[in-house]
């Protein structure tokens, strides 16, 4: 009974910003790493962007400096913030979270439905 919503996608400018949310939902013992993948059409799933439960935080070459994910541990929820963006940054994104659902059960990876994000004068 895990759900990730995600929202904040939509249609944006060549330069401009959004920034995407991620709450996780239901039985929840804790969180490991959460993060954010993307998929183009025609391509694979890629990842973006993954933060640890402690803050350490990891990125795909073609997003540093430009991208920052975070998380608020006390909702659940990890955050994209998107600055600068291009046309090739255009796909579907989704959240990922590595929950445990009871402590004595190992985690297991939940996906979010996904949320449109579209770069384009």
């Known amino acids: 009974q895990v759900q990730l919503v995600e929202s904040g996608g939509g249609l944006v400018q060549p330069g401009g910003s959004l920034r995407l949310s991620c709450a996780a939902s239901g039985s929840i013992f804790d969180i490991n790493a959460m993060g954010w993948y993307r998929q183009a059409p025609g391509k694979q799933r890629e990842l973006v962007a993954t933060i640890t439960s402690g803050g350490s935080t990891n990125y795909a070459d073609s997003v540093k400096g430009r991208f920052t994910i975070s998380r608020d541990n006390a909702k659940n929820t990890v955050y994209l913030q998107m600055n600068s963006l291009r046309p090739e940054d255009t796909a579907v994104y989704y959240c990922?979270?590595?929950?445990?659902?009871?402590?004595?059960?190992?985690?297991?990876?939940?996906w979010g439905q996904g949320t449109q994000v579209t770069v384009s004068s």
């Open positions: 990922n979270a590595a929950i445990r659902v009871v402590f004595w059960k190992s985690e297991t990876t939940y």
